[in-house]
């Protein structure tokens, strides 16, 4: 993507969604942290079908901490790894309360010593929860940043650095969701729908979808 076209590129995304916000659902940093946590290779549909029941019964590192392994095991089950991701946010839990006296950390380097909590995971929290100019980069701005020439790069790291130099500083705090959304919705995977994509006049992806017929 030509430096020129970058400014317009968000400027027609923030015109399109001015104030974009994660799909998960969530009303503290210490839910929004769980279910990041828990939405690793599943859906924010799904997650929220689980948090929906469990946050009720248990919505903070205490009260999920002293359900247990198998007892969050029971609330979880319907998204993918719930095995693996139930011992992380036990784990997590036992942290934050020992560690943290219960709240969510702001630093990456904090949130990255929680079991479970990747580079992706702490840009969430520290972007969504405290406002934090940061894009974590997940499959969808992965693909965004490759297919539309805006940050190309091999790696997750690679991709995200590069959207550091090129997104212009007026769009940082939007920057994450605005590509996720597009991406999610817009520029899918498989076959991307150019005929409704507002910012395609500024990508470099050369084969654009037409229409389909009927």
């Not at 995971?121 to 894009?135: C, M, R, S």
Request: with cysteine; hydrophobic share 40%; net charge positive.
């Amino acid at each position: 993507m030509k430096k020129e076209n970058i400014e317009p590129f968000f400027a027609t995304l923030q015109a399109v969604n001015p104030t974009p916000e994660t799909e998960l659902e969530y009303t503290t940093p210490f839910e929004l942290l769980a279910a990041v946590l828990l939405s690793a290779q599943a859906t924010d549909v799904g997650v929220n079908k689980a948090t929906r029941k469990l946050y009720p019964v248990a919505n903070t590192p205490q009260a999920i901490y002293d359900l247990g392994v198998e007892g969050l095991e029971g609330y979880i089950k319907t998204i993918g790894l719930y095995r693996s991701k139930a011992k992380h946010l036990i784990e997590t839990c036992r942290m934050l309360v020992e560690l943290h006296g219960g709240e969510v950390p702001r630093t990456r380097a904090e949130l990255e010593a929680l079991p479970g909590v990747g580079r992706k995971t702490a840009n969430v929290v520290l972007n969504v929860a405290f406002g934090e100019p940061t894009i974590a980069v997940d499959t969808h701005i992965f693909r965004i940043g490759n297919r539309t020439g805006l940050a190309p790069g091999k790696t997750p790291l690679a991709v995200e650095l590069k959207l550091e130099k090129r997104v212009p500083p007026a769009y940082w705090l939007h920057a994450h969701h605005w590509l996720i959304l597009h991406g999610r919705y817009i520029c899918v995977a498989r076959k991307p729908k150019c005929w409704e994509c507002a910012v395609a006049r500024y990508c470099d992806y050369k084969p654009k979808t037409p229409a389909p017929k009927g």
